[in-house]
């Protein structure tokens, strides 16, 4: 009997231990196959993960995700790392003195010329947007409001409000004149900013064009009557590009302006160099105005040669003005000649068709390690405005009292340039008048002056 019962019990022992190890199989056969779906699950899961990073990489308007990049270089920028937008900020303040002798010709003064704030936003890499305000008169306005198709380098496409490119000193920003301000020659252009479409570039080396539909009158047109537009077009070449002079600027240009001014269409004043005596302004219905309607060509010619650290640059500029009852013919040209005496190469600021920012070879610093970069330079300048007479018509570019119709001008400036967005200038600016000029009841047929400014830009 007590066999019997060892046998039963160790049957039944023998019995559980199979079921207990037939049920753990069942079980780790189960585990497996979780283990295998949760592997797949997470291979899908990092497939669908790689596919997203893709496609967020492959679109060219996001960030890939990377920090925001801050750096300064000529301006204040913030980009995206993989290119695909751009910020750049940028600013000037020149701050101006002046001294004039007659003190009938200007009142002596502190003043600021520019005082000026923007940015320009650039996304997809192709597209740029740019919008810059100037406030240092009693009210803000709008200098630059435009956009750019910028995807070939030949072929540029530019809308909004802009600066067309009439010729060198045009051309050329007020950041980086040879001297304080342009010469007369630009004064008989009339304002400087447009409104309208612009396609420019370079199609070939050394080569530069610009051409232009814009309203003529450097704002919105109004007048409902008034449907015709200005055609302009620039084209400038380097010669020393062309034959490989590193050193050397070989720059030719010139540039046409043609379109019709409709009713009280302006005719430019002329101020002296020195930002002093209006030398130059008519009278009739509306002062400064022909009172007719008026078809306008203007043209120029420009040259620049340097080598090494000289320049020699001139331009020769010519308007007409054509309406029912007259002809009228004003032209103005310069020549100057200027030196880095610090030994920079003025090829190095040359790029399509214009000069621009100098970088000195040693930046100015206060313990005496580095002074900078020196230039300077002289300038001789002459206006004709004979067909503007006193006796012509009132609103036909009739001479008002007390102006001239001739002037000539020598300019002595000097540039210390104390590293690439910090400058101090001074100019001696000397104006002789063919006929006497009035103002305040006193006759005078010259006008001396010393300027200054001081400059930051960025």
């Given at each position: 009997m007590k066999r019997t019962v060892k046998l039963s019990l160790g049957t039944l022992l023998l019995i559980m231990s199979g079921v207990v190890q037939?049920?753990?199989?069942?079980?780790?056969?189960?585990?497996?196959?979780?283990?295998?779906?949760?592997?797949?699950?997470?291979?899908?899961?990092?497939?669908?993960?790689?596919?997203?990073?893709?496609?967020?990489?492959?679109?060219?308007?996001?960030?890939?995700?990377?920090?925001?990049?801050?750096?300064?270089?000529?301006?204040?920028?913030?980009?995206d790392g993989s290119g695909n937008w751009q910020l750049a900020i940028n600013g000037r303040v020149q701050f101006d003195g002046r001294a004039f002798d007659p003190d009938q010709a200007a009142a002596d003064t502190w003043s600021v010329r520019r005082a000026r704030l923007g940015g320009t936003m650039t996304l997809y890499k192709d597209y740029s947007a740019r919008v810059e305000g100037e406030y240092s008169g009693s009210s803000t306005s709008l200098t630059y409001a435009y956009f750019d198709i910028n995807k070939f380098k030949a072929a540029k496409l530019r809308l909004g409000q802009f600066k067309p490119f009439y010729g060198l000193e045009r051309a050329t920003s007020t950041n980086f004149l040879d001297f304080q301000e342009r010469s007369m020659a630009d004064a008989i252009l009339g304002g400087s900013y447009d409104r309208g479409l612009m396609l420019h570039g370079s199609?070939?080396?050394?080569?530069?064009?610009?051409?232009?539909?814009?309203?003529?009158?450097?704002?919105?047109?109004?007048?409902?009557?008034?449907?015709?537009?200005?055609?302009?077009?620039?084209v400038t070449g380097n010669v020393a590009e062309w034959a490989g002079w590193k050193d050397s600027v070989v720059h030719v240009g010139g540039f046409y302006a043609k379109g019709r001014q409709e009713g009280n269409s302006a005719v430019p004043v002329l101020q002296t160099e020195a930002r002093g005596y209006k030398f130059f302004e008519t009278s009739g219905g509306t002062a400064n105005k022909f009172t007719d309607n008026v078809d306008r060509d203007r043209g120029g010619v420009e040259l620049a040669l340097s080598h090494g650290p000289v320049?020699?640059?001139?331009?020769?500029?010519?308007?007409?003005?054509?309406?029912?009852?007259?002809?009228?013919?004003?032209?103005?040209?310069?020549?100057?000649?200027?030196?880095?005496?610090?030994?920079?190469?003025?090829?190095?600021?040359?790029?399509?068709?214009?000069?621009?920012?100098l970088r000195p070879k040693q930046n100015f610093r206060f313990d005496g390690d580095?002074?900078?970069?020196?230039?300077?330079?002289?300038?001789?300048?002459?206006?004709?405005?004979?067909?503007?007479?006193?006796?012509?018509?009132a609103g036909t570019g009739q001479l008002a009292a007390g102006k001239t119709n001739d002037a000539h001008a020598w300019t002595l400036g000097?540039?210390?340039?104390?590293?690439?967005?910090?400058?101090?200038?001074?100019?001696?600016?000397?104006?002789?008048?063919?006929?006497?000029?009035?103002?305040?009841?006193?006759?005078?047929?010259?006008?001396?002056?010393?300027?200054?400014?001081?400059?930051?830009d960025f």
């Open positions: 037939a049920e753990d199989g069942d079980r780790i056969a189960q585990l497996q196959k979780m283990l295998e779906q949760q592997q797949q699950q997470m291979q899908a899961m990092a497939e669908e993960l790689k596919a997203l990073q893709k496609a967020r990489t492959d679109d060219k308007g996001k960030s890939n995700g990377t920090p925001v990049l801050a750096s300064f270089k000529d301006g204040v920028k913030f980009e199609p070939s080396k050394g080569v530069y064009y610009s051409t232009a539909w814009i309203n003529g009158n450097n704002s919105d047109e109004s007048d409902v009557e008034y449907d015709n537009k200005d055609l302009m077009a620039r320049k020699l640059q001139g331009e020769y500029i010519r308007a007409e003005f054509e309406g029912k009852d007259f002809d009228r013919d004003m032209s103005a040209w310069y020549a100057s000649l200027n030196w880095l005496v610090t030994g920079e190469t003025f090829a190095g600021t040359y790029k399509d068709g214009v000069f621009g920012r580095g002074w900078g970069a020196l230039q300077v330079g002289l300038r001789y300048s002459s206006f004709d405005g004979d067909d503007f007479l006193a006796s012509n018509a000097a540039n210390w340039i104390l590293n690439p967005n910090v400058r101090v200038i001074a100019n001696y600016v000397h104006t002789r008048f063919d006929t006497d000029v009035n103002n305040n009841g006193k006759d005078f047929d010259d006008e001396d002056a010393l300027t200054m400014r001081a400059q930051l």
